[in-house]
């Protein structure tokens, strides 16, 4: 039986995630979607709150599990029993970062492999970054994301946004 690991911060879920989830779980026999909890970055929405939507939008995929984890993402994949990371490399830009991630893992734990799905070519410019660019400034992300996430982005942004002029009062 082949498990597969798919990490990333999902701050929040895109379609250009969505697709990756979608292509992979149709070639492994369950896929793990694996959600970090990374203390070095200022995330838009918790863990758990990444977790519920992504939980929304797989709810149709029979063989994915949405986990959260933090630490090395190696020890995740073996807590989880998996041998097979999966990435998805957008562009050019993503190469670099992706290929020594990959690397070093394979230095750490050898028996564990990393597999590259390129984007779709109608998602590759998109990240979550991008996503929350335009949710600032009230831009329609609906052709960005999956539905779960318009309606959660929408209240996120308006705390954001109070909180903001009350400390610029
Ligand atoms: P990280 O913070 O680890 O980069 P992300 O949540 O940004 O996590 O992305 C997780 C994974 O999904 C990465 O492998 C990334 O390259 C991939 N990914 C992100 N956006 C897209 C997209 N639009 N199309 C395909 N893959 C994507």
Same mark, same amino acid.
């Given at each position: 039986?082949? !498990?597969?690991?798919?990490?990333? +911060?999902?701050?929040?879920?895109? =379609?250009?995630?969505? $697709?990756?989830? !979608?292509? #992979? #779980?149709?070639?492994? $026999?369950?896929?793990?979607? &694996?959600?970090? /909890?990374?203390?070095?970055?200022?995330?838009?929405?918790?863990?758990?709150?990444?977790? !519920?939507? @992504?939980? *929304?939008?797989?709810?149709?995929?029979? /063989?994915?599990?949405?986990?959260?984890?933090?630490?090395?993402?190696?020890?995740?994949?073996?807590?989880?029993?998996?041998? =097979?990371?999966?990435? &998805?490399? !957008?562009?050019?830009?993503?190469?670099?970062?992706? @290929?020594?991630?990959?690397?070093?893992?394979?230095?750490?734990?050898? $028996?564990? *492999?990393?597999?590259? =799905?390129?984007?779709? =070519? *109608?998602?590759?410019?998109?990240?979550?970054?991008?996503?929350?660019?335009?949710?600032?400034?009230?831009?329609?992300? +609906?052709?960005?994301?999956?539905?779960?996430?318009?309606? /959660?982005?929408?209240?996120?942004?308006?705390?954001? /946004?109070?909180? *903001?002029?009350?400390?610029?009062?």
């Amino acid at each position: 039986m082949l !498990r597969a690991i798919y990490p990333g +911060s999902f701050d929040p879920v895109t =379609l250009g995630h969505m $697709d990756i989830i !979608r292509r #992979s #779980s149709n070639i492994v $026999d369950e896929l793990i979607v &694996g959600v970090l /909890n990374n203390n070095a970055k200022t995330p838009l929405f918790s863990v758990k709150e990444r977790v !519920r939507m @992504l939980k *929304e939008a797989t709810k149709e995929l029979e /063989n994915v599990q949405i986990i959260p984890f933090e630490g090395l993402l190696i020890d995740f994949v073996k807590k989880m029993d998996a041998k =097979l990371v999966i990435r &998805g490399l !957008r562009a050019i830009t993503d190469f670099e970062y992706e @290929l020594q991630m990959s690397q070093t893992n394979h230095k750490l734990a050898p $028996d564990i *492999e990393t597999m590259f =799905l390129t984007t779709s =070519l *109608e998602y590759s410019f998109l990240s979550s970054t991008t996503v929350k660019e335009i949710a600032t400034f009230g831009g329609d992300i +609906s052709q960005f994301v999956p539905p779960v996430v318009i309606e /959660n982005i929408k209240q996120k942004m308006e705390i954001k /946004n109070k909180k *903001e002029s009350i400390t610029h009062e």
